[in-house]
């Protein structure tokens, strides 16, 4: 595809706004609307080269869905357990994951990290790491090196950071997935 792909889960509807004001800031010339993976099959998603895949964090550091993590709605899980083990070698993805450091201080966007280790293991090449400064939290799973392996939102104690935090992680993302773009 010519474009970036979008895709999220999300239970609370939060992650849908968060990938939409990803969407609103790349423009619609760069990137395709966002859509739930609730919503779709896996060729959808398999249809991109550059993807931002994003999710909600529920559970202790479950993908999200009714199974492991007590969703109410498909998300994650389900999508990926009809999505098998396609070769992503040649897939460029960056990750965005939802928390709240102070209610979940000891699993702070855990979930990141295990959707961010599936698509790792069937070969993507993940972009888009991001600082841990600026956030308050006992353990998270997500860090990696002493970085997230994605941008971290935390809407519900540092809402009013979000806005800049989206635009300096697309400054530090757009220019690699524009070049899987074709």
């Given at each position: 595809?010519?474009?970036?792909?979008?895709?999220f889960?999300?239970?609370?509807?939060?992650?849908?706004l968060?990938?939409k004001?990803?969407?609103?800031?790349?423009?619609?010339?760069?990137?395709?609307?966002?859509?739930n993976v609730?919503?779709?099959q896996?060729?959808?998603?398999?249809?991109?080269?550059?993807?931002i895949l994003?999710?909600?964090?529920?559970?202790?550091g479950?993908?999200?869905?009714?199974?492991?993590a007590?969703?109410?709605?498909?998300?994650?899980?389900?999508?990926?357990?009809?999505?098998?083990?396609?070769?992503?070698?040649?897939?460029?993805?960056?990750?965005?994951g939802?928390?709240?450091?102070?209610r979940?201080?000891?699993?702070?966007?855990?979930?990141?990290?295990?959707?961010?280790t599936?698509?790792?293991s069937?070969?993507?090449?993940?972009?888009?790491?991001?600082?841990?400064e600026?956030?308050?939290?006992?353990?998270?799973?997500?860090v990696?090196?002493?970085?997230?392996?994605?941008?971290?939102?935390?809407?519900?104690?540092?809402?009013?950071l979000?806005?800049?935090?989206?635009?300096?992680?697309?400054?530090?993302?757009?220019?690699?997935?524009?070049?899987?773009?074709?």
């Amino acid at each position: 595809m010519n474009k970036i792909g979008i895709f999220f889960g999300t239970e609370t509807g939060t992650t849908r706004l968060v990938a939409k004001k990803l969407h609103q800031l790349l423009g619609a010339d760069l990137a395709d609307k966002p859509v739930n993976v609730n919503r779709i099959q896996p060729e959808d998603m398999l249809a991109y080269d550059a993807l931002i895949l994003g999710t909600p964090s529920y559970g202790i550091g479950d993908i999200p869905g009714k199974n492991a993590a007590g969703c109410f709605e498909p998300n994650w899980e389900e999508f990926l357990t009809t999505f098998g083990k396609p070769d992503l070698s040649g897939k460029r993805i960056a990750f965005f994951g939802l928390g709240a450091q102070e209610r979940y201080s000891e699993q702070f966007a855990s979930s990141l990290m295990a959707l961010y280790t599936v698509f790792e293991s069937l070969g993507a090449e993940i972009i888009g790491d991001w600082s841990t400064e600026g956030y308050t939290f006992k353990h998270s799973d997500a860090v990696r090196d002493g970085r997230f392996v994605g941008l971290v939102i935390d809407q519900r104690t540092q809402g009013m950071l979000t806005e800049e935090r989206l635009k300096q992680w697309l400054a530090q993302i757009t220019p690699a997935l524009k070049e899987k773009l074709t």
